[in-house]
T-cell receptor, first 109, second 113 residues
Framework: RKEVEQDPGPFNVPEGATVAFNCTYS??????FFWYRQDCRKEPKLLMS???SGNEDGRFTAQLNRASQYISLLIRDSKLSDSATYLC??????????FGAGTRLTVKP | NAGVTQTPKFRILKIGQSMTLQCTQD?????MYWYRQDPGMGLKLIYY???????DKGEVPNGYNVSRSTTEDFPLRLELAAPSQTSVYFC????????????FGDGTRLSIL
């Protein structure tokens, strides 16, 4: 089993749609969680950290379920500029990060 | 406002050649990392460092070496390049703390032929 698993997609959605991505992780002792976005042939950039209480940043909402070892990202009112690959990242401890392979999103007009 | 700077951006090597990928950061981050990303895959940690003089192996360290003589610089060395090392290499840095996000350079695309 991979340490961090994501649905690879691609997700093709129209502008304005709501889309959700899921991620599962295998190490129950993992300490922190993040969503990064990566544009084609570019470096990953932090989208948001994920907290146990859930957190929201504008159109983006992240949730963490430690009992199920599951992380989610919800994007509301999708924009063309949201088209990217979304990486689920889990910190096992001592800044030893494990990256999922990413979920690709394409938002179409 | 440089952040994390990687050089070179592109390189083609022949099998058996060696090279050093340079990484420098100006954010005074203690922690630095090297990752590789193969097509369609997630990033895999090669080596990381929690401060000058301290380095540790990550998930895929074989075929690579690192050093950390200053806080700012964290070079990655390939001694005997192999085709399996064709990849995109990303350097990153962060503050200490498990809740600290990493900041990435824009990558080095390396092809070994």
């Amino acid at each position: 089993r991979k340490e961090v698993e994501q649905d690879p997609g691609p997700f093709n959605v129209p502008e304005g749609a709501t889309v959700a991505f899921n991620c599962t992780y295998s190490n129950s002792a993992s300490q922190s969680f993040f969503w990064y976005r990566q544009d084609c042939r570019k470096e990953p950039k932090l989208l948001m950290s994920v907290y146990s209480s859930g957190n929201e940043d504008g159109r983006f909402t992240a949730q963490l379920n430690r009992a199920s070892q599951y992380i989610s990202l919800l994007i509301r009112d999708s924009k063309l500029s949201d088209s990217a690959t979304y990486l689920c990242v889990v910190n096992k401890g001592s800044n030893d990060m494990r990256f999922g392979a990413g979920t690709r999103l394409t938002v179409k007009p | 406002n440089a952040g994390v700077t990687q050089t070179p951006k592109f390189r083609i090597l022949k099998i058996g050649q060696s090279m050093t990928l340079q990484c420098t950061q100006d954010m005074n981050h203690n922690y630095m990392y090297w990752y590789r990303q193969d097509p369609g895959m997630g990033l895999k940690l090669i080596y990381y460092s929690v401060g000058a003089g301290i380095t540790d192996k990550g998930e895929v360290p074989n075929g690579y070496n690192v050093s950390r003589s200053t806080t700012e610089d964290f070079p990655l060395r390939l001694e005997l390049a192999a085709p399996s090392q064709t990849s995109v290499y990303f350097c990153a840095s962060s503050y200490p703390g498990f809740d600290q996000p990493q900041h990435f350079g824009d990558g080095t695309r390396l092809s070994i032929l």
